[in-house]
């Protein structure tokens, strides 16, 4: 493993959306964007032990959760995106099931599994600014080690309209 990093919105600062319930819509009243899961970059040399990665990734989510210090759910809720190293290409997913091959409708992407645990989502084409928070939310970087805490990220920013995700702002 090269490097880790947060992207997605764990990875900004927090801002304030109209939900999409009709309640609020009509209203017009705004809440704190809801983080639904994590997603991590993981820039890789080989995806020949995916197992292990997966396998790690569930173990220490496993133990933050048990130590009172972790979210409370599944690794399902941590989305692992592989990267090659050098040229930020997108690979795949890491996969969430326990065995590759599974009887799973997703495991019959084209493509899936074609490593063990390479996950082939159908349709999803990353954007272009996928990794744009990646920088600044960089974990760990082989040769430097572990660069910040996940704790080290932005927090809240003010109610200000810059602070507000680009899809808020337009409203």
Not at 156 to 163: F, I, L, Q
Request: charged fraction near 30%; include cysteine; charge should be positive.
């Amino acid at each position: 493993m090269r490097a880790v990093a947060v992207i997605g919105s764990v990875a900004r600062p927090l801002w304030k959306e109209i939900p999409r319930f009709r309640a609020f819509r009509r209203l017009g009243i705004e809440v704190w964007h809801e983080c639904h899961d994590l997603d991590l970059a993981v820039w890789l040399d080989s995806q020949h032990r995916l197992g292990e990665l997966r396998r790690a990734r569930d173990h220490a989510l496993r133990r933050a959760f048990e130590a009172g210090t972790g979210p409370g759910g599944p690794g399902n809720e941590v989305d692992v995106f592989l990267f090659e190293p050098g040229s930020d290409r997108y690979l795949v997913r890491l996969c969430k099931f326990a065995r590759c091959p599974n009887d799973k409708r997703e495991c019959l992407v084209p493509g899936c599994g074609a490593v063990a645990f390479n996950r082939v989502v159908e349709g999803f084409v990353p954007c272009a600014s996928l990794l744009a928070s990646a920088r600044d939310a960089m974990l760990y970087r082989r040769g430097e080690g572990r660069l910040r805490s996940a704790l080290d990220l932005p927090a809240a920013e003010a109610d200000r309209p810059d602070a507000r995700s680009p899809d808020a702002r337009r409203r």
